[in-house]
């Protein structure tokens, strides 16, 4: 079937955009421009912006959310459907026997830096933000990436075994950082939802007295080899963290083998790595993880390999999943955003689905402002809104099923980041005012929710 729509410049989301119907029950964007070509909608604990309650239309009719350069922020509209028309507008074609790929979600990562600058807020704006990201009446996310003790995103170094040689992990525990912020501030968000929400969990870097160079940051691997007891070691502190959280009834989607092991090759790397290759990621899966996940109280979670930019696919990919051994406990491949424009979507994330389509695809980081000539926050950029959606609608293309963005809420600088590694965030807090403002790239994820 053929249809024909009214052409849109911009990020619209159609329901099956002539005349077009505005639907009630909506909030306004409260604007503030900033000087980089859009603008923030401001929010505060009384008053935010909202799509409102829809219904879906009548048959032969559709509904639209548009969001523009000039500040329409998921303006709705409906319309008549053409069928078979030869006018001008958009034209969509659709073919219903064909299908894709089921999509997983979309969803950011509560980071140390996220935990802070919500926290920041008064209780009622806080609940304000989080109901924008995680309820119905806001953009639904779905995935919440929880990183591992700390991150370059953190105010502090720390894991949760820093106790030299504890290879029981008897002194294994959660940080301050846990049990003060980011779990009470996902059991709110898991109360937002409607769903249970899709946790995963990353770590940036083992104990530095499990690593070679015997720090968290720089060039650094686990000591000794895969089935050595480092490697089990380095096993067990998942599971101890799987248990640790499940005390505070928070479960687990998936987990990820570390956040970019490539890091962990680069002499002098300035944050948080843990430095794999992909054969000793794949042993390691095969003797260690996979192994004591089966074995323990949650072999449900899911393994996803990789957790890095696409540009080592599909070598990554033939290392680890060639191997039986391996491959028998995985389920996915997690990507990065980062120098996507360096190397195609199709020859890396299409061959890799086409040589391995039993394992999906999850992107599982992604963040504007952190090239540069481009660094840190700017409050209205439209450019980086389409940046994000073209991203995403590339990778829907090329069967990931879902895109996870990296921080929800930053400050106005872009952190706190211990390592000063600031970059933007569709949420930008401004603790002073007790308001917050949503992006443009927060509409650009609520496009696809």
Same mark, same amino acid.
């Given at each position: 079937m053929v249809v024909s729509l009214p052409?849109? %410049?911009?990020?619209?989301? %159609?329901?099956?955009?002539t005349q077009v119907t505005l639907c009630t029950g909506s909030n306004k964007c409260v604007a503030r421009d900033f000087g980089h070509g859009s603008v923030v909608c401001e929010c505060n604990s009384s008053y935010?912006?909202?799509?409102?309650?829809?219904?879906?239309?009548?048959?032969?009719? /559709?509904?639209?959310?548009?969001?523009?350069?000039?500040?329409?922020?998921?303006? !709705?509209?409906?319309?008549?459907v053409q069928v078979n028309s030869t006018g001008a507008g958009l034209r969509l074609t659709i073919v219903p026997y064909q299908?894709?790929?089921?999509?997983? *979600?979309? *969803? *950011?990562? @509560?980071?140390?830096?996220? !935990?802070?600058?919500? @926290?920041s807020l008064s209780a009622g704006t806080q609940d304000q933000l989080l109901r924008q990201y995680f309820s119905t009446e806001g953009i639904g996310y779905s995935v919440v990436r929880v990183p591992m003790a700390s991150c370059d995103f953190s105010t502090r170094l720390y894991t949760y075994a820093d106790t030299d040689g504890d290879y029981n992990l008897d002194n294994f525990t959660l940080a301050p950082e846990d049990i003060q912020m980011k779990i009470p501030l996902l059991q709110r968000a898991q109360a937002f939802s409607p769903h249970p929400l899709s946790l995963l969990a990353s770590a940036w870097s083992a104990p530095a007295w499990m =690593?070679?160079? *015997?720090?968290?940051?720089?060039?650094?691997?686990?000591?000794?080899?895969?089935?050595? =007891?480092?490697?089990?070691?380095?096993a067990h502190y998942y599971i101890r963290f799987f248990e640790e959280y499940a005390k505070y009834n928070l479960t687990f989607w998936a987990l990820t083998t570390g956040n970019e092991p490539s890091a962990g090759q @680069?002499? #002098? /790397?300035?944050?948080?790595?843990? $430095?794999?290759?992909?054969?000793?990621?794949?042993?390691?899966?095969?003797?260690?993880?996979?192994?004591?996940?089966?074995? &323990?109280?949650?072999?449900?979670?899911?393994?996803?390999?990789?957790?890095?930019?696409?540009?080592?696919l599909p070598h990554w990919?033939?290392?680890?999943? #060639?191997?039986?051994?391996?491959?028998?406990?995985?389920?996915?491949?997690?990507?990065?955003?980062? @120098?996507?424009?360096?190397v195609p979507a199709e020859i890396s994330l299409g061959v890799?689905?086409?040589?391995y389509p039993e394992y999906y695809l999850f992107g599982t980081e992604a963040c504007a402002g952190w090239r540069p000539l481009d660094r840190g926050v700017k409050l209205g950029s439209w450019n980086r809104a389409e940046q994000y959606a073209h991203d995403i609608l590339q990778d829907l293309n090329h069967y990931v099923v879902g895109w996870t963005d990296w921080n929800l809420a930053?400050?106005?600088?872009? $952190?706190?980041?211990?390592?000063?590694?600031?970059?933007? &965030?569709? %949420?930008?807090?401004?603790?002073?005012?007790d308001v917050f403002y949503k992006q443009p790239t927060f509409y650009s994820m609520a496009h696809f929710r």
């Amino acid at each position: 079937m053929v249809v024909s729509l009214p052409s849109a %410049v911009l990020l619209a989301l %159609v329901f099956l955009t002539t005349q077009v119907t505005l639907c009630t029950g909506s909030n306004k964007c409260v604007a503030r421009d900033f000087g980089h070509g859009s603008v923030v909608c401001e929010c505060n604990s009384s008053y935010c912006d909202s799509m409102g309650s829809f219904t879906l239309p009548p048959l032969g009719q /559709y509904l639209s959310y548009l969001s523009s350069r000039a500040g329409s922020r998921l303006e !709705a509209g409906q319309g008549r459907v053409q069928v078979n028309s030869t006018g001008a507008g958009l034209r969509l074609t659709i073919v219903p026997y064909q299908k894709y790929q089921k999509i997983r *979600g979309f *969803g *950011g990562a @509560m980071t140390d830096a996220a !935990a802070i600058n919500i @926290m920041s807020l008064s209780a009622g704006t806080q609940d304000q933000l989080l109901r924008q990201y995680f309820s119905t009446e806001g953009i639904g996310y779905s995935v919440v990436r929880v990183p591992m003790a700390s991150c370059d995103f953190s105010t502090r170094l720390y894991t949760y075994a820093d106790t030299d040689g504890d290879y029981n992990l008897d002194n294994f525990t959660l940080a301050p950082e846990d049990i003060q912020m980011k779990i009470p501030l996902l059991q709110r968000a898991q109360a937002f939802s409607p769903h249970p929400l899709s946790l995963l969990a990353s770590a940036w870097s083992a104990p530095a007295w499990m =690593k070679t160079n *015997g720090a968290l940051i720089g060039k650094g691997s686990l000591k000794g080899q895969p089935g050595g =007891k480092d490697y089990k070691t380095w096993a067990h502190y998942y599971i101890r963290f799987f248990e640790e959280y499940a005390k505070y009834n928070l479960t687990f989607w998936a987990l990820t083998t570390g956040n970019e092991p490539s890091a962990g090759q @680069m002499t #002098n /790397y300035s944050f948080q790595a843990l $430095g794999f290759t992909p054969e000793e990621q794949r042993d390691w899966v095969a003797l260690d993880l996979g192994p004591a996940l089966h074995a &323990s109280s949650y072999p449900h979670i899911h393994i996803l390999i990789l957790d890095d930019n696409r540009l080592l696919l599909p070598h990554w990919a033939k290392v680890v999943l #060639n191997d039986v051994h391996a491959g028998k406990y995985i389920h996915g491949v997690a990507v990065h955003w980062y @120098m996507d424009s360096l190397v195609p979507a199709e020859i890396s994330l299409g061959v890799t689905h086409h040589l391995y389509p039993e394992y999906y695809l999850f992107g599982t980081e992604a963040c504007a402002g952190w090239r540069p000539l481009d660094r840190g926050v700017k409050l209205g950029s439209w450019n980086r809104a389409e940046q994000y959606a073209h991203d995403i609608l590339q990778d829907l293309n090329h069967y990931v099923v879902g895109w996870t963005d990296w921080n929800l809420a930053l400050d106005r600088t872009g $952190g706190p980041n211990w390592v000063k590694n600031f970059v933007d &965030s569709p %949420v930008i807090v401004d603790a002073q005012r007790d308001v917050f403002y949503k992006q443009p790239t927060f509409y650009s994820m609520a496009h696809f929710r």
